[in-house]
């Protein structure tokens, strides 16, 4: 079992930066894939990225890619959303998830949000035009 609570979110203007920060509690939060999706009202959680257990491996939604940057501190069991370039299109409510996977040699990530059993409440972005 994991908690996890977000943090972070805000009002930027478009082109400005902000850093998520999802701090995870329980146990053995090195095993866990961390996610991060996003959601605007009357739509579908979107991914918008993935870290592997041991951060060796990272994946990014393509409208996110080159802008944002998804990192670890196993030592801190925090997960970090770097987000620079914003637009008004990356207006939403942000999420972290976590997935257990154990620590394979290869790493394991999930990109669909059925596939994530731990979330936290979530942290409103908005970015101006």
């Known amino acids: 079992q994991v908690q996890l609570v977000e943090s972070g979110g805000g009002l930027v203007q478009a082109g400005g930066s902000l850093r998520l920060s999802c701090a995870a509690s329980g146990h053995s939060f090195s095993s866990y894939a961390m996610g991060w999706f996003r959601q605007n009202p009357g739509k579908e959680r979107e991914f918008v990225a993935v870290?592997?257990?041991?951060?060796?491996?990272?994946v990014y939604a393509d409208s996110v890619k080159g802008r944002f940057t998804i990192s670890r501190d196993n030592t801190k069991n925090t997960v970090y959303l770097q987000m620079v370039s914003l637009k008004p299109e990356d207006t939403a409510v942000y999420y972290c998830?976590?997935?257990?996977?154990?620590?394979?040699?290869?790493?394991?990530?999930?990109?669909?949000?059925?596939?994530?059993?731990?979330w936290g409440q979530g942290t409103q972005v908005t970015v101006s035009s």
């Open positions: 870290i592997t257990w041991g951060g060796g491996m990272t």
């Open positions: 998830a976590a997935k257990y996977t154990g620590r394979p040699s290869g790493g394991s990530y999930y990109y669909r949000s059925d596939e994530y059993p731990y």
